[in-house]
């Protein structure tokens, strides 16, 4: 099986977080065309010895962090996962984003659909992350010379623990 493509970032806004209780989410978006999600996941590792051996080990993930890449993240998309604002600068195509420096990026929900390969066969796989906040990595740009070097939007993601049903796990 091949890993052959990537699909529809969506996300969604939490709108409300209980312990104990699944989280609620608001109306959620597709954040623009993949490109790439590279994503590490932080690995408890917490052996537990006796009688000089390993007994048990806890090696569950505690969150994960990496980054999300589109071809272009729509200001809805940004205002959502950044908490960026837009303001219109008259016309329809010159509109301002900025991050407003009091207050963090908003906490979300959000996922992408990853394209599989096998022996000919093309299948799907859905990711969804509970919970996670976005940060923009970094911010390009050059000037075109006589071959286009593409530069995309890119976002830091960090993911967190969840209560995601009733069980409390």
């Known amino acids: 099986m091949a890993y052959i493509g990537m699909r529809n970032p969506v996300a969604a806004p939490i709108t409300a977080e209980t312990a104990g209780s699944p989280i609620t989410y608001g109306t959620g978006l597709v954040l623009g065309p993949a490109v790439a999600a590279n994503l ?8 537990d010895y006796g009688d000089d051996v390993i007994i ?6 505690n969150g994960y962090s990496g ?14 996962v950044l908490g960026w ?3 219109s600068s008259g ?7 900025y991050a407003v420096s009091d207050k963090g990026s908003p906490y979300v929900g959000w996922g992408f659909i990853r394209v599989k390969l096998f022996k000919g066969v093309r299948s799907y796989e859905a990711f969804w992350f509970h919970k ?10 050059s000037t075109k010379q006589q071959q286009i ?6 976002m830091n993601v960090t993911g967190m623990g969840a209560y995601i049903d009733a069980s409390g796990e």
């Open 67 to 80: 980054t999300l890449e589109t071809n272009n993240i729509t200001p809805e998309g940004r205002a959502m």
């Open 149 to 154: 070097t593409w530069n995309h939007p890119q």
């Open 132 to 141: 996670a906040q976005f940060n923009p990595a970094s911010i390009n740009g």
């Open 40 to 47: 590490t996941m932080n690995v408890n590792d917490n052996p």
């Open 56 to 61: 048990d080990n806890d090696n569950g993930i």
């Open 91 to 97: 016309t329809p195509s010159a509109v301002t984003h």
């Open 85 to 87: 604002q837009a303001v």
